[in-house]
């Protein structure tokens, strides 16, 4: 993961900021604790997680799971003409894939106000050692998207919705500085959903969105990623999410 965030950083293309949106969505991605997965089976390197807003605790005996998330591979052929698509099969994540400190810049940001952390990334998409996650990833010259599936070993629930966070500052480092507002986000019964918009300083660069969605208290979807104005990024992404939470239900259509 850290090989892919730090190609993305160096010398960014003249693409109207993509390359460098790309390397906020992935940093942002590493910082839930998912990069290691989406980076391969087998790698060693350690990432860290967003700061925890569950505490820890030991892994409780997991129960039979309602939801399968490796059935998410199945919106690989829904991203857009001209994308890249790999689907990456489930890992249960080590302390390793999750302890590290490769995404500092981001996991020391400060937030303001500093109760609106958890709209950034709910605590159900911020994983501890024992979730499960799987994904795919989109690339292409219109943008780069990724979409994850988390199984968490323990209940999680998705708490209030704090006040006073529809727009949100992120400062510390180039990395991690913008504004955050929150944007719709799709209705989907039986599920709680959030939407975010990250815009950094350079006007040059295309924003990020970041869509979420909590099935139950232990099955959740990220699709995070940014894209050109011209494939319409905030209804696609949204698209994607709705999708994903068909497939890890078993609902997609042909």
């Not at 700061?51 to 399968?68: K, L, N, T």
């Not at 990833?137 to 994850?148: A, K």
């Not at 924003?207 to 699709?223: E, F, H, N, Q």
């Amino acid at each position: 993961m850290v090989v892919v965030v730090t190609a993305m950083a160096v010398e960014p293309k003249p693409d109207g900021g993509r390359q460098t949106a790309a390397r906020h969505g992935l940093v942002l991605l590493a910082a839930l604790g998912v990069g290691a997965t989406l980076a391969g089976c087998g790698a060693s390197t350690e990432v860290a997680p967003a700061g925890s807003v569950v505490s820890q605790q030991p892994a409780a005996e997991p129960s039979p799971a309602p939801y399968d998330i490796s059935r998410v591979d199945a919106i690989k052929d829904d991203f857009p003409a001209g994308f890249t698509v790999q689907a990456h099969p489930a890992k249960t994540l080590g302390e390793q894939d999750i302890g590290g400190s490769a995404v500092a810049a981001f996991t020391d940001a400060t937030v303001e106000p500093p109760q609106c952390r958890s709209v950034v990334i709910p605590p159900y998409v911020d994983p501890k050692a024992g979730t499960e996650a799987a994904g795919v990833i989109g690339q292409g010259d219109q943008g780069n998207m990724y979409v994850v599936a988390l199984r968490s070993p323990n209940p999680i629930a998705a708490g209030d919705d704090p006040a006073g966070c529809d727009r949100i500052s992120l400062s510390g480092s180039p990395e991690a500085t913008g504004t955050v507002e929150r944007i719709p986000a799709p209705a989907i019964a039986g599920a709680t959903t959030t939407g975010v918009k990250l815009s950094v300083a350079d006007p040059e660069e295309d924003p990020d969105y970041l869509y979420t969605a909590a099935l139950d208290d232990r099955t959740s979807i990220v699709v995070m990623g940014s894209a050109g104005d011209q494939l319409d990024p905030q209804r696609l992404m949204s698209d994607l999410l709705v999708k994903a939470v068909d497939a890890v239900r078993g609902q997609q259509q042909s």
